[in-house]
């Protein structure tokens, strides 16, 4: 088993490396291997109020201090960003998951591409991002859901059937939090990307709903079962469940 777990974006050294230490103590514990996710520039965000990061020089530096110590991952938007910054798994964002350019330019490293499948995708429609490998050795997939209709995001888990066993590694995307807006924490909504529902949802209503704000740990447990990794994206470290 494989998490990933880490800050939504890299805020400073001192905080990714406490997270990465915490993660990274609970995985050992367990035998899980651990990989470190913080993002340098979150470019897809929904609204342009919406805290970026630190942006790729600014986080360069620190980035390769904690890859000195724990083996790191981290998006890519940009072809001419993949030779300034080295990880050990170059992550391609959803909404990016079809540019070829990137894709190729994120393989030549000969390192690990992470596609996270965008939510607009079929299983089906994998095979298009296969074709713009020479090997699928070292592509890992993330399933982080599929947009029915309107502003709603659901798991299928017929997906993860297809897909298994194309790739090398499947990576499921249980949580994270995105603070759309951290001016005041009346105006923080969070978003939960598997169990999503992109209207806007008061932070109130959504700290009551305890059946959603508990989903993705059921969801963590379906996945255990049929033995995909788990990439988890929040300043909380993952938690060992019984299974």
């Not at 651990?34 to 942006?55: Q, V």
């Not at 690990?112 to 070292?138: A, C, D, Y």
Request: charged share 30%; proline share 3%; with cysteine.
């Amino acid at each position: 088993m494989i998490v990933i777990a880490g800050p939504c974006q890299h805020e400073n050294l001192e905080h990714s490396l406490n997270i990465a230490k915490h993660c990274n103590d609970i995985c050992s514990k367990y035998g899980i291997e651990y990989i470190f996710k913080a993002s340098y520039d979150k470019a897809n965000r929904t609204s342009s109020i919406s805290p970026r990061g630190l942006g790729l020089q600014k986080c360069k530096n620190d980035f390769d201090y904690i890859r000195s110590k724990y083996k790191l991952t981290t998006d890519y938007h940009e072809i001419n960003h993949i030779p300034q910054l080295e990880s050990d798994v170059y992550q391609i964002p959803a909404f990016l998951s079809k540019q070829t350019d990137l894709i190729q330019a994120a393989e030549s490293t000969n390192k690990i591409v992470n596609i996270k499948k965008g939510q607009f995708m079929s299983p089906f429609q994998i095979k298009g991002i296969l074709s713009k490998f020479n090997s699928t050795e070292k592509l890992w997939l993330t399933e982080r859901g599929t947009s029915f209709g309107y502003d709603k995001v659901i798991i299928d888990f017929i997906n993860l059937a297809i897909e298994q066993g194309v790739p090398r590694y499947e990576i499921f995307n249980i949580f994270d939090r995105d603070d759309v807006s951290r001016q005041s924490k009346s105006d923080l909504i969070k978003k939960y990307h598997t169990i999503m529902k992109r209207d806007e949802i008061k932070k109130e209503e959504m700290e009551s709903n305890e059946i959603t704000k508990n989903l993705f740990q059921y969801l963590g447990v379906d996945m255990s079962q049929l033995k995909i990794d788990f990439d988890k994206d929040k300043d909380t470290p993952p938690q060992k469940r019984n299974t």
